[in-house]
């Protein structure tokens, strides 16, 4: 499978847990992006990855949030002390140019 | 003023009509427009990318762009209950970032 690949699926946390959730992106993209989407809207840009380098943080990212994509591979997005407010799908989305290839996405749930 | 605006709907159209969905975008920068494709519950899918002024025919799609106006949009010939489906539009808004910023969505029902 030559996809964006998202892990897990879904999530269910209790509120003021951290979780962690992993983008493998399409193998020769060198851009990744992190987005929110909650229902009803279009997704919301999160943060952005030039290689192993994180050029762009959205102000929607708190302090709780935390991206990484160490050697430039594989990313994950950390959220610390989850709030109901959290609960939304987080998208990955990988690119060459400007043509985002999203993966499925991971739904969290902050019961 | 929202960066890119979309009519949420919902859109609802016959079996075989043409259904036309429409985009405003404020940034006069901008230089290329995404159309993605939404089943519920699943992740964008990207349908149709344009850069210049005018119409772009890919099958049953067609993109418009008159970037005088601000304006871009997204005909479906032939439309299908199987084209149900949420269609974003989307605009790269800073140059250099090439993340994309998305209208809320328009709903899209075909009626068999």
């Known amino acids: 499978d030559t996809g964006v690949s998202q892990d897990p699926r879904h999530k269910i946390t209790k509120r003021g847990q951290n979780v962690t959730f992993r983008c493998d992106p399409i193998?020769?993209?060198?851009?990744l992006y992190w987005y929110r989407q909650t229902l009803g809207q279009g997704p919301e840009f999160l943060t952005y990855?030039?290689?192993?380098?994180?050029?762009?943080k959205s102000r929607l990212l708190s302090d709780r949030f935390s991206a990484e994509r160490p050697k430039g591979s594989f990313s994950t997005l950390e959220i610390q002390r989850t709030e109901q407010g959290d609960s939304a799908m987080y998208l990955c989305?990988?690119?060459?140019?400007?043509?985002?290839?999203f993966g499925s996405g991971t739904r969290l749930t902050v019961v | 003023q929202k960066e890119v605006e979309q009519n949420s709907g919902p859109l609802s159209v016959p079996e075989g009509a043409i259904a036309s969905l429409n985009c405003t975008y404020s940034?006069?920068?901008?230089?290329?427009f995404f159309w993605y494709r939404q089943y519920s519950g699943k992740s964008p899918e990207l349908i149709m990318f344009?850069?210049?002024?005018g119409d772009k025919e890919d099958g049953r799609f067609t993109a418009q762009l008159n970037k005088a106006s601000q304006y871009v949009s997204l005909l479906i010939r032939d439309s299908q209950p199987s084209d149900s489906a949420t269609y974003l539009c989307?605009?790269?808004?800073?140059?250099?970032?090439?993340?994309?910023?998305f209208g809320s969505g328009t709903r899209l029902q075909v009626q068999p």
């Open positions: 989305a990988s690119s060459l140019g400007d043509l985002n290839t």
């Open positions: 193998s020769e993209h060198n851009r």
């Open positions: 990855f030039q290689n192993e380098a994180q050029l762009e």
């Open positions: 940034d006069r920068g901008s230089q290329s």
């Open positions: 344009i850069y210049s002024n």
């Open positions: 989307a605009v790269p808004t800073y140059t250099g970032r090439r993340a994309l910023t």
